[in-house]
Every structure is written in C-alpha cells, then in structure tokens.
C-alpha cells in the first residue's frame, strides 16, 4: 500500500474552529454554577438556528431543506429560566414551555442511571418528526435524518467548547420516556439523541 505523509503544520487559525474541535471533550463533571439563558441561546443558535434569513437556511445541513430535527430543553439550571422541558421554536428563535417542574431524576432514570444529566445546567433532547424527510426520500430519508441529528448535536459541542463550557452527547436511553417527556408519540416523533451542557 503506498503511503502518502501529510503535513503536520497545524498552526493555523488556531482561535478558530480548529481550536474548538481540539479542545472538544465528553464532559461529565459540571460544577452547579448556574448558565445564562445568553448562554444557552447561543448554543441552540449555532447548533440548529437559523444563520440565512433570506432563505431560512440553518446552522446544521437537512436533506433538502426538509429540517425534521426539533430540539427540546430541558432546563435544570438556567438563570431567569424555571426548570422544565421546552422546545427551541427555531424561526422565532424562541423557547416554548411544553411543561414545568424538575425533571433530573426523570432524566436521569430513563438515562438508564447516567447521574450528571442532573448535573447539567440543560439537557438538549433530539427529536426526529420523519414524515418531513421520509415524503422526499423515503426509506433512505431515515439516514439524512440521523445524519443531521448527528450534525446538530457537533455543532452544540462545539459551540459549548468555544464558550467554555462541557458538553456530553447520550445515546443510551430509554426512547419511551423520553418521548412521554417531550410530548411526542414514538411513532410520527421519536426522541433520537441528547446533548448534556453545563458549566464545567
């Protein structure tokens, strides 16, 4: 097999992204200090908002536009916010309560006992509504919509990290709590991913 080096000359725009992709870590310690709601909006901002308003294209590439991710958070301790699951409605840039109350032992329940979800200052809960892909694309529509789960759960972390902050993505859950948390069927909506942020 012929090899071919590459160059190991990587001191560029080190106070870029690079430097947000290298410094990215799973975080599971956080230290209970509380987050702005600044803070988390800038997170759900360069995750999933959107960045084109004239064509109302998103920070995360969709197949064909068709956006079926919806992001729920859960706040557990958020400055001005009181604790509860919300949904990022997107073009308003806005949080829509879906239901109050404390949910850290929920979470962290049907997390199957993974602790420091209490521990985050939000919980970011993915949803996919599959209809918006599947008409397009059909059986295929189910990759790009797990692809662009995948996209939107990077660009939090790495938001997270160029802020400072820890991030840690779960895929171990148990999907009907999950989905009784957010409101959403399991059928037409189905929770895919979580992304825990904090203050480390």
Same mark, same amino acid.
């Given at each position: ?38 803070? %988390?909006? &800038? ?37 001005? %916010?009181?604790?509860?699951?919300? &949904?990022?409605?997107?073009?308003? &840039? ?15 329940? !049907? ?39 995948? &996209? ?7 938001? !997270? ?30 929770? %895919? ?8």
């Amino acid at each position: 097999m012929i090899k071919v080096p590459l160059s190991r000359d990587l001191d560029v725009a080190v106070d870029g992204i690079e430097k947000a992709i290298a410094g990215r870590r799973s975080e599971r310690r956080f230290s209970g200090k509380q987050m702005s709601a600044a803070e %988390l909006s &800038h997170i759900l901002y360069y995750a999933c908002g959107i960045t084109d308003r004239r064509d109302g294209f998103r920070a995360a590439p969709s197949a064909g536009a068709t956006y079926p991710i919806e992001v729920y958070p859960v706040i557990n301790n958020i400055e001005g %916010l009181t604790r509860g699951v919300y &949904h990022y409605a997107v073009v308003d &840039h806005q949080l829509e309560v879906v239901r109050e109350g404390d949910f850290r032992r929920d979470t962290v329940r !049907a997390a199957v006992g993974q602790s420091f979800l209490a521990e985050a200052n939000a919980v970011l809960v993915l949803s996919a509504i599959f209809y918006r892909t599947q008409r397009r694309y059909g059986e295929r529509g189910d990759r790009y919509i797990l692809f662009e789960a995948g &996209h939107i759960a990077q660009n939090a972390c790495l938001t !997270a990290t160029s802020m400072g902050l820890g991030s840690c993505v779960v895929g171990a859950f148990d999907d009907t709590a999950f989905n009784r948390l957010v409101g959403a069927d399991g059928k037409n909506e189905s929770v %895919l991913y979580l992304v825990a942020v904090g203050k480390k």
